[in-house]
T-cell receptor
């Protein structure tokens, strides 16, 4: 399986601002997932978008997928201090997942 | 809620010891996984299992073995622990890929220190 590459590596914003993280990958995918990891709740699945979808929402999260550019973005709106975490983009073919190094998001009060 | 539990949050072992890390899931998932997570290297897959008694090597299986005797339990074994196996170990489970499901559920992790 291949690895998604997140950009930026680190992001620092104020509470209430929006946070955008990007992911690029190299070959065709079946789906793309975003995970979050923080010290409190460990590694948690956030959202999955399939290759035939272009946009998906879940609460304050919005994920887009552009298969022609082989890229995805995760938007967190109205961020909170509790959103402070590492965010991983995980691209999936038809078997195992490969995690990238993630984007570290710091949301300051 | 899906629950994946790991036997220990913290573990300290000596070089050369045989180490067992246990993982249990309560959602009847077919697939189970062991990863290690290291700063700067991200998560790397060690082994996975898609059925009882079945196992497949991941990206970094050297120095590790696994056992899956029951569907809900997946064990990671370090045959002879070495200092370079000091790491955070994460267990995960998921439904069968045949069901079109790819979401993985993770345990809290075991931080293993080998001295």
């Amino acid at each position: 399986s291949q690895q998604g590459e997140e950009d930026p590596q680190a992001l620092s914003i104020q509470e209430g601002e929006n946070a955008t993280m990007n992911c690029s990958y190299k070959t065709s995918i079946n789906n793309l997932q975003w995970y979050r990891q923080n010290s409190g709740r460990g590694l948690v699945h956030l959202i999955l978008i399939r290759s035939n979808e272009r946009e998906k929402h879940s609460g304050r999260l919005r994920v887009t997928l552009d298969t022609s550019k082989k890229s995805s973005s995760l938007l967190i709106t109205a961020s909170r201090a509790a959103d402070t975490a590492s965010y991983f983009c995980v691209v999936s073919g038809y078997s195992t997942l490969t995690f990238g190094k993630g984007t570290m998001l710091l949301v300051s009060p | 809620d899906v629950k994946v539990t790991q036997s220990s949050r913290y573990l300290v072992k000596r070089t050369g010891e045989k180490v067992f890390l246990e993982c249990v899931q309560d959602m009847d998932h077919e697939n189970m996984f062991w990863y290690r997570q290291d700063p700067g290297l991200g998560l790397r897959l060690i082994y996975f299992s898609y059925d009882v008694k079945m196992k497949e090597k991941g990206d970094i299986p050297e120095g590790y073995s696994v056992s899956r005797e029951k569907k809900e339990r997946f064990s990671l074994i370090l045959e002879s622990a070495s200092t370079n196996q000091t790491s955070m170990y994460l267990c995960a489970s998921s439904l069968s890929w045949d069901r079109g499901s790819y979401e993985q559920y993770f345990g809290p992790g075991t931080r293993l220190t080998v001295t």
